[in-house]
């Protein structure tokens, strides 16, 4: 059947940067006899949370042939406009307040654009499988003039004078789904370019910087053809775009289905002349990794539970371990197996990882499969208490991974691994678009354990896996690192006894500054024991000052088991605990490789790490 029907036209243009307001058009050249209802998204998918970005439209009209026409609110995010008569051409105009700097939103001013169609975009009801056509126009002012747009939202083919891949004018998507996965920046970006797997890949920065660009680029390359490769060439794009805004202190992504929204710190990219591989452009580097893993996993491998995605309320699955645990194991690993970084700073980066979950009380009491159903209210609303009551499905998940893919690869002699696990998933679920179900995991695990070792392997697996999504048991990884010929050391973080709090950070800069305010209170800690909590403001112990950079030094000065006065203000009123001062658990993890393993832990380890 071809497609007759019209599509849905958009007009999108920051009409008045200073006030950070884009002016959006929607026509519906065939609205519903019954009254055409829009309404935006409460959430972006990719992060979930109930975020109401309809609260950002500012103003709207309806209208046609020039002539306004009625319309009624329905609810928070949802318009009807009055019944209109045949033929009639219905157009809904409005503003878009756009200042919210994340990769989640939109964010306007006299220095560049940005948005995702989450927060731009009313849907028409009925019409959200149309192809949709999008005018990005250009601010009006001779200072606009060298603004260029990046996004990997396709050109419309028919534009007059669209040749230019950067140029503002009419784009393209074949449905609402697809319109929304594609952010757009415009601006004075600075561009570097590099090919994988046959595609042009695109890093747009916009923002000052003084990034070393081409080896930005070659770094980046390296990472994506690793992860192509994984999956199999060609990759399921034909373009990709990482839109960074680059900020003074700033971290997050955002993951599309050929492009990712990205924030990042101006010292955390490479400069010209940068010696050794620093931790934060490690960290950036990981951060790309990431984003560019979910082109597969989570974008195209999707749960059933988004197929399609439901907009307008919370879209619960359990497997958010699958798809951003698994890929927070693939992100760093990608930049050790693609030879990014050095064996020895992959393992520091698993080691922090492995501290962190191990630093959290919360994954006694919380599966990763739970996590992942209640991220919504929980992982994403995180407060004082988080830290002893829930668990990353991100760091966790990792974990799991790590310990599925060194299981798998023991159990069959570096047979078969989680490189398999992920190629099944792709070819049965991100080729075909069939949303994996719950239990769709599990099942994959057993056919990779069938294939690779024996039913039986295959149905160890799989009970382990579940085992693991749904109970609280911490991993084995000692054993497990141990037979690929790498070290587990846990040790405390520090010397000297703790009072299992940590504080607000950045309360000082240094001995002696600001106040020393409790973040949070660890669960079984010597703080909730005597009494302290989140929110009180350390003043003294045993009669002396605390200050924030001072806490450690004067901890250090007593032994385990001491009684020391603190004095707090709580509400403004000093008060007076004593606390029996504890020791510091030994949940710092450092790994290190064994110099001369073994034959099979050798072999065992360069099948998983390479090198
Ligand atoms: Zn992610």
Known sequence: MTNVLPPVRYRIRPHRPDAHLFAVDCIVADPDPAGQVFRLPAWIPGSYMIREFARNIVSLRASVGGEAVAFEKLDKHSWRVEPLAQGAVLTLSYEVYAWDLSVRAAHLDSTHGFFNGTSVFLAPDGRSNRPCLVDIQRPDGNEYRDWRVVTALPRARDAAGAAWIYGFGMYRAEDYDELIDHPVEMGRFALAQFEAGGVRHDIALTGRHDCDTERLAADLQRVCNWQIDLFGTPPPMDYYAFLTMVVGEGYGGLEHRASTALIASRNDLPWKGMQGLPDGYKSFLGLCSHEYFHTWNVKRIKPAAFTPYDLANENYTRLLWAFEGFTSYYDDLALVRSGVIALEDYLGLLGKTISNVLHTPGRMKQSVADSSFDAWIKYYRQDENSPNAIVSYYAKGALIALALDLELRAATG??????????????????????????????????VGTTYGSASLGRRLSRWLKNAVEGTDDLPLPRLLKTFGVDYRAEAAGKGPTLGIKLVAGAGAGAGAGEARIANVYEGGAAQTAGLSAGDVLVALDGLRISPGGLDASLSRHAVGDIVEIHVFRRDELMRFSVALAAQPADSISLKLVPRPGERAGRLRRGWLGG
Do not use: K, N, S
Request: aromatic share 6%; proline share 3%; net charge negative.
């Open 414 to 447: 570096g047979r078969g691994a989680l490189d398999d696990l992920m190629r099944l998933l792709w070819q049965r679920h991100g080729q075909t678009g069939v949303g994996v179900p719950e239990d769709g995991i599990f099942d994959a695990v057993a056919e």
